[in-house]
């Protein structure tokens, strides 16, 4: 079966770091542009970042960036989000997400979802 499996959440004090993976199976990641989203409670799910496939271009949510770093392996078929400075705000379930081209991902079109991993950011 197809599927994107994310860990790496738990939970972090304010200024920690986590470092999420994302691993396809049935699949071959190198073909998809690839992200994360999140939802906290109460709000709407919401892109954080993603990248393409093969020509680096990377796309960050203004909450993120220059604390969040997305990377792929795409020999390992995996895609990481190395998390820093994390804020209380950025709690919320972390979702993979794969589209079919880098014009899809922008446009929010997604092939294929993650279950999720939590991240709790707190004191």
């Known amino acids: 079966q197809l599927q994107l499996v994310e860990s790496g959440g738990g939970l972090v004090q304010p200024g920690g770091s986590l470092r999420l993976s994302c691993v396809a199976s049935g699949f071959n990641l190198d073909l998809y542009a690839i992200g994360w989203y999140r939802q906290a409670p109460g709000k709407e799910r919401e892109e954080v970042c993603g990248?393409?496939?093969?020509?680096?271009?990377?796309t960050y949510a203004d909450a993120v960036k220059g604390r969040f770093t997305i990377s792929r392996d795409n020999a390992k078929n995996t895609v990481y989000l190395q998390m820093n400075s994390l804020k209380p705000d950025d709690t919320a379930v972390y979702y993979c997400?794969?589209?079919?081209?880098?014009?899809?991902?922008?446009?929010?079109?997604?092939?294929?979802w993650g279950q999720g991993t939590q991240v709790t950011v707190s004191s």
């Open positions: 997400a794969a589209s079919l081209s880098w014009r899809l991902f922008l446009e929010g079109q997604i092939e294929y």
């Open positions: 990248i393409s496939s093969t020509s680096g271009s990377t």
